[in-house]
């Protein structure tokens, strides 16, 4: 596809959809795809939410829901990510646009396992790593870090010891891991930027709040800003493949696309 932009990569973090939740910011964000042509398209994590399997909702407030709504539900927001690129691939006649496409699998996914493993009646009948990737995406793992062109994407960074999310700033984790990085879970924005004396980059990103709905459990932290990110590739002036990390608001993105 000769307006592709290989080294550019967009990365999306933590929908959370279900079959209740809206889905206007994924077909905008399908449009955004086609129109920018990114190389490569990262999905951090935590699409599925998986209400009906949460272990800190009491069972008044899943009182309802249905493992296989969550599972359509789900299915149906991530079909609409790419829904817009083919559908332009199909009806153009140019060589079609099509991206590396990766999933890196969230602790919500992770809910979907644990059930599983615990009621292994189930194994082999919901596999939701197999339909992704008939959707031609590549699976990861949780927390098996991805590196794409030296910049590694994960759910979260993981503490050496404990493996819990490290948390704090951004320079906290600028400290913590020497490479550049982009990770979802924590439902907020961050961005940090370094470079050692030779030019070369060290960024960091974490961009986990891409949802239209508000959560009741959050109550008044459902003020965060929330979005994706678009890196931009261009080669710096000591030689370093570097990015411009642009984040796209949800609202922008809903009032351009």
């Known amino acids: 596809m000769r307006n592709m932009k290989k080294h550019d990569i967009v990365v999306v973090a933590d929908p959370q959809t279900d079959a209740t939740t809206p889905t206007d910011h994924l077909e905008a964000l399908s449009r955004y795809i086609w129109e920018h042509k990114p190389g ?3 999905h951090i994590g ?4 998986f209400p009906a399997l949460s272990s800190y909702a009491s069972q008044k407030e899943i009182e309802g829901a249905r493992l296989a709504d969550d ?3 789900g299915k149906n927001a991530f079909l609409k990510i790419m829904g817009y690129v083919h559908e332009r691939n199909r009806l153009g006649k140019r060589v079609p646009y099509l991206p590396a496409l990766h999933f890196c699998k969230g602790n919500h996914e992770n809910r979907l396992e644990r059930y599983i493993s ?3 009646i189930l194994e082999g009948l919901i596999d939701i790593d197999e339909w992704i990737g008939s959707q031609g ?3 990861h793992q949780m927390c098996v870090p991805l590196f794409i062109q030296e910049i590694c994407f994960i759910h ?3 503490n050496s010891q404990s493996g819990r999310p490290v948390g704090g700033s951004i320079d906290n984790k600028l400290n913590k891991f020497p ?6 879970h924590q439902q907020f ?3 940090g930027r370094r470079q050692n004396l030779l030019g070369k980059p060290h960024f960091g990103v974490c961009a986990g709040s891409f949802y239209m709905h508000d959560e009741g459990y959050r109550g008044s932290n459902n003020t965060e800003v929330r979005g994706f990110v678009h890196l931009k590739h261009y080669r710096n002036r000591y030689g370093y493949d570097d990015y411009d990390v642009d984040f796209v608001a949800l609202e922008r993105l809903l009032a351009e696309y």
């Not at 935590?46 to 939410?49: S, T």
């Not at 490479?179 to 979802?184: A, E, P």
């Open 137 to 139: 995406w590549t699976v």
């Open 71 to 73: 599972l359509e539900g």
């Open 118 to 120: 615990n009621n292994i």
């Open 46 to 49: 935590d699409h599925w939410d």
């Open 40 to 42: 490569t398209v990262v």
């Open 156 to 158: 979260y960074l993981e």
């Open 189 to 191: 924005y961050q961005f």
């Open 179 to 184: 490479h550049s990085f982009v990770h979802g």
